[in-house]
């Protein structure tokens, strides 16, 4: 398993890239939209094969008779990064060593990109969302190796949930960017950027 990108929810989509671009300094790219969960974003490289997604419930989209990925149903409040997602090369496989609750694959497209998420039927991930969405591309060039950067380099991810050990435990990602701490719920990216370190959370 491999950390893959972060995702910044908001109400609207213009929230989540405006808290994005004022919290790091930088303006994000375009991204589009995911017709299977009627959701939109907006994209930035980030160094060493990450990036960051700003994303929201698409207001032009139809109602759909399911629950939407990242609990975006529910969402309320200021943008904030709402979700982590790992990559990993066997979705099946891994979902198998994974705890309950992880999801189940849906094959999604965006465009010519396509892939396979783990993603639970009420959308919600364990611990609040502390816990990764599991992704299996399924397209030669990661999105994290073709999508242009502007400078940023993740240098510390901080997930803050009352049972941090269990999530040690239970997730297997080795990457010492991704620190489990015990505390209220909160995720916590700290960046290198062109205008010196930055926090986004």
Not at 8 to 27: I, K, N, Y
Not at 60 to 71: D, G, I, N, V
Not at 78 to 93: H, K, M, Q, T
Not at 173 to 181: E, G, K, M, Q, S
Request: charged letters at 25%; aromatic letters at 8%; hydrophobic letters at 45%.
């Amino acid at each position: 398993m491999f950390l893959d990108h972060l995702a910044v929810a908001g109400e609207t989509l213009e929230a989540a890239v405006a808290h994005v671009e004022e919290a790091l300094g930088v303006e994000m790219g375009p991204g589009g939209q995911h017709v299977h969960f009627g959701t939109h974003n907006r994209l930035i490289g980030l160094e060493e094969g990450l990036y960051l997604e700003a994303i929201a419930i698409d207001p032009e989209a139809e109602a759909l008779p399911y629950r939407r990925w990242f609990a975006l149903d529910d969402f309320r409040g200021g943008a904030r990064i709402g979700n982590w997602i790992c990559r990993v090369d066997d979705l099946e496989a891994a979902l198998r060593d994974l705890p309950d609750g992880a999801g189940q694959p849906v094959d999604l497209a965006r465009g010519d990109l396509r892939w396979r998420m783990a993603v639970p039927p009420d959308g919600r991930l364990p611990c609040d969302g502390a816990f990764p969405a599991v992704i299996q591309w399924q397209v030669e060039t990661l999105p994290g190796d073709s999508l242009p950067g502007k400078g940023v380099r993740l240098e510390r991810f901080e997930i803050a949930h009352p049972e941090a050990q269990w999530l040690r435990d239970v997730v297997p990602l080795d990457d010492a960017r991704v620190v489990f701490v015990e505390g209220a719920p909160q995720m916590q990216a700290t960046f290198d950027t062109p205008h010196g370190r930055r926090v986004l959370s």
